[in-house]
């Protein structure tokens, strides 16, 4: 069983966020894998989640949510591959709405949060949280700070937190790829 390069996340010890989640399904489309798409079931997925803090949300999931996993899969990979705010809130917009991606008042240890998807479960829940977070991250950060790795065939998904915002490739294997072929291609002449 694969896994994942761990950093495609902040941090591979807290349950990941709901951008991670997104970022985690786009990328169960691996080119560098074979085969490439592991969401022909669903042993990977549940797999990652469980193992990103998200064990409740794996065993919701069941064989029949697979075609509906792979076209939320689609779309979010489209708001990671533009760099147009308007494609992403065109994108976004409509599977905001379709999934009733209300943000509701709960209470959890005595603090008070703001929640998407409250009472929703399994795939629904991630229909209405994935572009929910990808929304909020729109806003706040705009789509230039998600990217696809540059190191070809790699298509995988980052989210750049560096603070320059130069982040080209989704891991350091990728990084590394790149600059080995780089390597290569100056020592030819
Ligand atoms: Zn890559």
Not at 77 to 92: G, H, I, K, N, Y
Request: with cysteine.
């Amino acid at each position: 069983m694969n896994g994942f390069p761990s950093d495609w996340l902040v941090d591979a010890m807290v349950p990941a966020s709901d951008v991670e989640l997104a970022l985690l399904l786009v990328n169960s489309m691996d080119l560098l894998e074979d085969p490439p798409d592991r969401l022909v079931d669903l042993q990977w997925l549940t797999h990652v989640l469980t193992r990103v803090g998200h064990a409740q949300l794996a065993g919701e999931l069941t064989k029949r949510d697979l075609p509906r996993l792979r076209r939320l899969r689609d779309a979010m990979r489209s708001v990671f591959e533009t760099d147009d705010d308007t494609t992403a809130a065109e994108v976004l917009n409509p599977l905001l709405v379709k999934a009733r991606a209300v943000p509701l008042l709960t209470e959890h240890d005595g603090a008070i949060f703001l929640q998407v998807g409250l009472g929703l479960r399994g795939v629904a829940a991630l229909e209405a949280r994935l572009p929910a977070a990808l929304a909020t991250f729109v806003a706040e950060q705009g789509t230039r700070r998600l990217g696809v790795c540059g190191s070809d065939p790699c298509r995988c998904v980052f989210v750049d937190r560096t603070r320059a915002g130069t982040r080209k490739y989704c891991c350091s294997y990728c990084n590394d790829r790149y600059a080995a072929r780089a390597y290569r291609r100056r020592r030819k002449h």
